[in-house]
């Protein structure tokens, strides 16, 4: 991923541009395609770790988003949210699983 989150260590993309690098689109497409993925990433994971916290907790974990502190983020999130690491890594595979079944209709 372009920007480094939180999570960035749970996921490798590397694949995917690999799989875009070979259709034929422009640099503009590569980067909008690439963007939507990121961004669907990042909604996925906010919405993951949300529904595991309560409401105070959901107001300190959106200000250390806010200030880029992963390391109270991750605090945080292994004190009050189970196995958290677990369920974002499975929606972002998810994610992943989907985006290349995308790509592959597309090259047929």
Do not use: C, T
């Amino acid at each position: 991923m372009k920007q480094k989150h939180f999570y960035s260590h749970i996921v490798e993309i590397k694949d995917i541009h690999i799989k875009l690098d070979k259709l034929d689109l422009s640099i503009e497409e590569r980067e909008e395609l690439l963007f939507i993925l990121e961004s669907s990433m990042h909604n996925a994971v906010i919405d993951v770790v949300l529904s595991h916290l309560d409401k105070p907790d959901k107001k300190l974990f959106l200000s250390y988003i806010a200030a880029g502190d992963h390391k109270s983020i991750w605090k945080l999130l292994k004190e009050k949210a189970e196995n958290i690491e677990n369920k974002i890594s499975d929606v972002l595979e998810k994610l992943k699983l989907d985006f290349h079944k995308d790509i592959d209709n597309v090259k047929i």
